[in-house]
């Protein structure tokens, strides 16, 4: 006996060893017998009546953190085993919580394979529901035109609410309240981003939801206006100018981006201001608006007339010794014309010299070609003589001019350049000199 002791626990190591390399061979599961764990719990939330989708969701998240914490890491075996108890708990914690709903029922099912606890909770809603959702939308402190526009880009936001309360248990508002504030900032960042809302649900059968949009930084501060016109007298347009200014300072406190992104359509807003203004009618003047958006708006009106042609200039020579001679350095022009055609003009021309103290009356006649250039001819009424001239614009600054007079048999050449919308310069020359002119605009 005392011999075999050895061979004994000899083979006894050997039958160890054996095992435990079977075990290492084999899935945990095997090794560990009936050790299987719940390795996640998937979570379905029903109701006998409506449950609002997203009001579902919220649930199933509640219910699965509860499930969570109860059942994974938990054997498979011992979770079938005490199912009624693991149901129970959750039933139990989960009414708790509810408000508008009761628990009638919780079910758990086991998949051994995947480790998967499949848990389904079924609802009895109380018995007063949501059954009609009303919206109303509003903004504070912007034009009519603008709260137009935003309440078409928002158009639709009824739904987002709807979606969430309607055939909920009144009692049960509380759970779509995050949920609203999430889906409504996400509509806005689609729709309007350049606003943000708070909303004030009035809880009933007949829901109310006030929602107001408050502007997001960048906002309009200031507005620059400026008012031109090339056929009527500028002049004319600062008795328009106080209304054009109303409109325009209704612009302040708007989202720069919000004013970029309907550009269009604020500046035919703007236009119309101007466009149904009866005096405006009345001189077939239209009006075309271009805005630069910035916290600096600019503002540019443009108001010409198809049919009239109204300016009011004054000519100032500068090194004309010929003019001077004659008193004529000094000059305001006043030209009044009715368009015949698309590229016809008929009008009057008067001229006074105040150095002087006389006038010429010219009437005429010019053609505008096709290429830009026009030509026109006048005679004048007082000194019986016609004048010939023809502009030639290089660019929308720069043009050429040339001037035949009958009388004197005399020709004038000019280049001018225009620096600003109410001032230009020209080089003049004739056979007797070259000088500079200053044009001014009113």
Request: net charge negative.
């Amino acid at each position: 006996m005392p011999g075999r002791w050895p061979v004994l626990l000899l083979g006894m190591f050997c039958l160890a060893a054996v095992s435990i390399s079977c075990c290492l061979c084999l899935p945990p599961a095997a090794c560990a017998g009936q050790a299987a764990l719940v390795e996640r719990a998937e979570v379905q939330v029903r109701a006998e009546k409506n449950l609002p989708g997203p009001v579902r969701q919220r649930m199933e998240k509640s219910v699965a953190a509860i499930a969570g914490q109860l059942l994974e890491g938990r054997k498979l075996a011992e979770v079938s085993r005490d199912r009624a108890d693991y149901e129970s708990i959750i039933q139990q914690v989960f009414d708790k919580v509810l408000v508008g709903y009761t628990v009638s029922r919780v079910v758990i099912a086991v998949q051994e394979e995947p480790g998967v606890a499949r848990v389904q909770v079924f609802l009895v809603p109380w018995q007063d529901v949501i059954q009609r959702v009303q919206v109303a939308v509003s903004v504070e402190g912007m034009p009519e035109c603008a709260e137009t526009m935003l309440q078409q880009d928002v158009a639709g936001m009824e739904d987002v609410f709807s979606s969430s309360l309607l055939g909920l248990p009144v009692a049960a508002a509380d759970w779509s309240h995050g949920l609203l504030k999430k889906q409504v900032t996400a509509f806005l960042q689609e729709r309007a981003p350049e606003f943000k809302a708070d909303f004030d649900v009035q809880v009933a059968a007949d829901t109310r939801v006030n929602v107001v949009l408050y502007p997001l930084l960048p906002v309009v501060r200031t507005v620059d206006l400026s008012m031109r016109s090339d056929t009527i007298l500028n002049a004319g347009l600062l008795a328009k100018r106080q209304q054009m200014q109303s409109a325009v300072d209704g612009m302040i406190g708007l989202p720069v981006h919000f004013v970029e992104r309907h550009r269009q359509a604020f500046e035919g807003y703007l236009a119309d201001v101007l466009n149904e203004d009866a005096d405006c009618r009345k001189w077939s003047v239209t009006t075309q608006v271009a805005l630069a958006p910035g916290e600096k708006l600019k503002v540019m009106s443009r108001s010409d007339s198809d049919i009239y042609r109204v300016r009011l200039e004054g000519w100032a020579d500068a090194g004309n010794s010929w003019g001077n001679q004659q008193d004529t350095s000094l000059k305001a022009r006043l030209h009044l014309g009715r368009m015949l055609s698309e590229r016809s003009e008929l009008f009057s021309q008067l001229d006074f010299y105040p150095q002087s103290v006389k006038w010429d009356w010219d009437v005429g006649f010019r053609y505008a070609l096709p290429s830009g250039a026009s030509a026109g001819v006048r005679y004048d009424l007082r000194n019986d003589y016609f004048k010939l001239d023809v502009v030639q614009p290089v660019s929308r600054k720069w043009l050429l001019r040339y001037e035949y007079r009958d009388r004197e048999h005399h020709s004038e050449f000019g280049i001018r350049y225009k620096l600003h919308d109410f001032l230009s310069l020209e080089y003049a020359a004739d056979s007797h000199s070259s000088w500079l002119r200053f044009i001014g605009y009113f």
